[in-house]
């Protein structure tokens, strides 16, 4: 992969912040967008915009076009049976919450159970506490080694008979933990339950083949993947979408409007209320043409192998501890010994160099780290190892600042 190509694809990356060339590393909060879907989006609103499925004008048909079109590129990305079976929301949080409601509240009783991790995003817990009591489900956790990965064994132990709902995230934005999603989904499987993915960290880095990893409902978001923000996917498998009620009710996905009853369109429409999100969904498209020319197996190798020359390099700075297995995806999530990570970020910022400090929206996670909040460095596709080091260096300073303080 010609990264200094790819970066040319990416006018935020060329301009100086506070007096430093910028380094961006914080990809898996957003992704910066490239000029094609930056153009894409341009396109729509200066040539066609219109809105979609209604109009038989011109501009409607093309936009109809340019938003159903989106959907069957996004049906090739993700390997999935059919464009019915591919519904179009705002994000992965909006994804989730609509399964929580339309199927685990629809579906769950007293009993019955729940199971995530402790590594999941704040977007993959609340619902699902939620939807615990509503319908007084309980809610598991499948325990976590000490390197922060999942064991096939705690996996068997935590899903039971009981067991209704398993969700888990694929990659965590903390750790940058795998997860054997397909053995997990397996396991859910064989005792009844259903298998949601988070898939806002793998869908923009490595090849995703829902068929293959046999999920029932996989999601994503589109601006970790170069697309617009406000828009994402919600995958489902087509008999299990085709039983659930729809959670928001208008125009777009009617079928027929009495004075006391409605019905609804077929997939996937029933579940795209309102008018939708049609210049996102294009940028999507466009965002996923780009990835696709390039080569998510040529992503994911560079950003593990940035990964690797980082924590490589983080070892030989004194008091920095990172956090997580040695095998993961394209972030470092770390702590400086002493100083905390808002500072971290603080000082890193004044050399031009962006990266992520809080609680991740992963406070459980937290606390099983024993740690308040960390620094995290996420890479993508525009990454070089230069970034890497300009970071390392600028970790090294802020050490030596924080020294000279105390």
């Known amino acids: ?17 506070n007096g430093h060339p910028l380094v961006y590393l914080d990809s898996a909060a957003t992704s910066q967008k490239p000029n094609a879907v930056i153009e894409a989006i341009e396109e729509y609103y200066r040539e066609y915009n219109s809105n979609v499925h209604r109009g038989v004008h011109t501009l409607g ?20 049976e ?15 919450n609509t399964v929580a409601y339309s199927y685990a509240r629809e579906n769950l009783q007293e009993g019955d159970e729940i199971v995530i991790t402790y590594m999941e995003h704040h977007s993959n817990i609340i619902p699902w506490q939620q939807a615990a009591k509503a319908t007084g489900a309980t809610l598991k956790y499948i325990p976590l080694q000490p390197d922060g990965t999942l064991a096939i064994e705690d ?20 750790l940058g933990t795998v997860n054997p999603i397909k053995e997990i989904a397996d396991i859910a499987h064989q005792n009844g339950a259903v298998m949601l993915v988070d898939g806002a960290q793998s869908a923009p880095h490595m090849k995703i083949d829902v068929q293959d990893l046999d999920c029932d409902f996989f999601v994503f978001s589109g601006h970790k993947m170069g697309a617009p923000t406000g828009i994402g996917v919600l995958y489902g498998k087509k008999h299990l979408l085709e039983q659930m009620e729809p959670v928001e009710f208008g125009g777009e ?16 429409w029933k579940f795209e209320g309102g008018t939708p999100i ?24 560079h950003e593990k192998e940035l990964a690797q020359y980082a924590m490589d390099r983080l070892s030989t700075i004194e008091g920095v501890t990172v956090y997580g297995p040695k095998e993961r995806a394209g972030l470092v999530t770390f702590n400086l010994d002493d100083v905390h990570p808002h500072d971290v970020a603080t000082v890193l910022d004044a050399e ?51 020294g000279d303080v105390f």
């Open 253 to 268: 996905m009617i079928d027929f409007v009495g004075l006391y009853e409605s019905t609804w369109k077929e997939l996937p």
């Open 352 to 402: 031009g160099i962006a990266v992520r400090a809080g609680h991740h929206c992963a406070q459980p996670l937290m606390k099983w780290l024993e740690v308040s909040a960390t620094a995290r460095a996420s890479f993508y596709l525009y990454n070089t190892k230069e970034d890497v080091d300009r970071f390392v260096d600028g970790l090294v300073n802020t050490k030596e600042f924080f």
């Open 278 to 301: 049609i210049a996102g969904a294009i940028g999507l498209g466009a965002a996923i043409d780009f990835l696709t020319e390039i080569g998510l197996d040529e992503i994911e190798a």
């Open 82 to 96: 059919s464009t019915q079976e591919v519904i179009f929301t705002r994000g992965t949080t909006t994804s989730i």
């Open 61 to 80: 048909t093309k936009a109809t076009d340019g938003y159903e079109g989106a959907r069957e590129k996004v049906r090739r990305f993700i390997n999935a």
């Open 1 to 17: 992969m010609d990264v200094k190509a790819v970066r040319d694809q990416f006018p935020i990356l060329h301009q100086e912040v």
């Open 155 to 174: 996996v068997e132990a935590t899903i039971t008979e009981n067991t209704k709902v398993v969700a888990v995230m694929h990659v965590s934005n903390v």
